[in-house]
């Protein structure tokens, strides 16, 4: 069960903690585009052979492999296009994620009463878990189970200074 969501705006400053977390690409738009000449004439060449040969109807598909290369990283980048930030507020911390489609939804949660939970599983899987009031909210998916690690340390941090009053403006 997973808490109710709220509105979708982001929290306002003064922020103690302000996670954007995204998925991991590791190749640039410059590497897509050396990456697809590559596909490309590779598989021009490839297909002028067998078009010399006589084989003209592999030159098609060598088309159509280069047609579907593309469509997979093309698909691949729109997937990046998700995002989750945790933001901690002094009186709130918000959770808000952006899917591929650019739908938000958040979840709120009041920070007193919240606590982070990392479950580590024998395949060395981690996931993170913020839980108040019986209810819980996976978080930081998109994230290598090391990143979890420090991602959930960091976020308890946060929480238990403010917890503690070290985010508490002197009067």
């Not at 990456?35 to 159509?64: H, T």
Request: proline residues 5%.
């Amino acid at each position: 069960m997973t808490p109710r969501p709220t509105t979708a705006e982001q929290l306002e400053p003064p922020l103690h903690f302000d996670a954007l977390l995204t998925p991991h690409r590791s190749l640039s738009r410059k590497g897509f585009l050396i990456l697809m000449s590559a596909v490309i004439a590779v598989n021009f060449a490839g297909g002028l052979v067998f078009l010399l040969k006589g084989a003209w109807p592999v030159f098609g598909f060598c088309g159509l492999d280069v047609a579907l290369v593309y469509w997979a990283f093309r698909a691949n980048y729109r997937a990046a296009r998700a995002h989750e930030t945790i933001q901690l507020s002094d009186d709130e911390l918000r959770v808000r994620r952006v899917d591929q489609k650019g739908r938000a939804r958040a979840w709120s949660f009041q920070p007193y009463w919240v606590r982070l939970e990392l479950i580590e599983h024998p395949d060395e899987t981690k996931d993170v878990y913020l839980v108040s009031h019986g209810k819980a909210l996976e978080i930081a998916h998109q994230l290598s189970p090391d990143e979890r690690i420090d991602f959930a340390r960091a976020l308890n941090g946060a929480l238990r200074d403010l917890r503690n009053g070290v985010f508490r403006k002197d009067t």
